[in-house]
DNA sequence: GGTAGTAGCCTAGCCACCCTAGGCAAACCA
DNA sequence: TGGTTTGCCTAGGGTGGCTAGGCTACTACC
């Protein structure tokens, strides 16, 4: 009975990846402990259940992206720092489709607070120290910037764009570019 | 042998409303047939399969919904319409979460061609009327206000903004205060 | 008003996935 | 070296998706 040198670890790098091909709805215990070379049952000894892979999966992504956007930031301010937090949260999004939509569900309470979601709380603050916004301003803004990338990603990857020809980089810009003015003339009350 | 008077029209309805009961995720062939009083084979004699009935969940979610804003905007102009439609758009996913996110799958060109999307489309850029947008321009800012409006209550749902004491409402009428800010002043190139 | 056809339901049965219980062997540790 | 823990196993039950093939109630037409 040789032992296939299953981790924890392992099999949320190998769900992660299975996910970005086949979506992570397609992530199953089934096809990992297939991969695995194992039976499925077996990976109950390392996983209380098939949700908490789906958790891993997002708590790894949160991680890898929170990495990411401050790796983009790395001495940048202003609009400047405003279009490369967008683009890195754009790109990693493109390029890991399964675990930016992994990232979506629902965590509870306390998985999300020990989670790598405050690292990119903070971060947005961090962007919006360049536009001199105060309490609570300064939160609504933080809202409307991460509902503004986080709905960009999401309806171009859904095909929500995909009726108009033009493409769709050009309005992310533009996007941004509007994002930018609004912060930099945030409207008062 | 009693007939149950099965329809794809009460298939879907129903369905809809156990997605926003329970998640669209758990909507399932089986949970319908005992709604129903019938054998879950049955289904298929009205269905081709599960994913139809997820499908036809969204077509009914775009139609109510374009019915919804569509009311809203009548006799509305410049930032009246821009508030009026948003909050259709907000109420509608808050009171239907289930159908909402039904609305998110990725429907093929067809059907999507086909369906109320399209009068989405045309109200967005009637909105837009207001603002005296030339395309580019306009399609970026309908792209934009987009992303923004499901951003925001795709993210509200899932817990996003719970790390924050303040209310929601309040962030929500003042990123509509923004977006009317920047749609006013649309930044040229 | 009988009868052919079809629409609406059924049973049986297969496959995939999730998960639990209980067993056994390999690795580790005293 | 023997006990304990760790990592895998088999067996088996539950749910859901879906197909094939059969029976029955309704419908339409002569």
Redesign the pocket.
């Known amino acids: ?7 924890v670890e392992r099999l949320t790098l190998a769900a992660a990846e299975l996910a970005d091909e086949v979506g992570v709805e ?9 991969q ?18 789906r958790v891993r999966i997002a708590l790894l992504a949160l991680a890898e992206l929170a990495d990411r956007v401050a790796a983009a930031l790395a001495g940048r301010a202003g609009k400047d720092a405003l279009v490369a937090f967008a683009n890195a949260y754009r790109d990693y999004a493109r390029e890991h489709p399964g675990r930016y939509a992994a990232m979506q569900i629902d965590l509870d309470p306390e998985t999300a607070a020990a989670s790598a979601g405050v690292r990119h709380a903070e971060m947005t603050r961090a962007i919006l120290r360049g536009y001199r916004l105060s309490e609570p301003d300064q939160t609504d803004a933080v809202r409307m910037m991460h509902s503004t990338f986080h709905g960009f990603v999401s309806l171009e990857k859904t095909g929500g764009f995909r009726h108009t020809p033009r493409p769709t980089d050009d309005s992310w810009s533009r996007t941004l570019d509007a994002l930018d003015a609004v912060l930099t003339n945030w409207p008062s009350r």
Do not use: I
């Open positions: 009975m040789a032992r296939a040198g299953v981790t397609n992530v199953t215990v089934a096809a990992l402990a297939r695995f070379g194992v039976k499925d049952a077996s990976l109950y000894f390392h996983l209380k259940n098939a949700h908490e892979l």
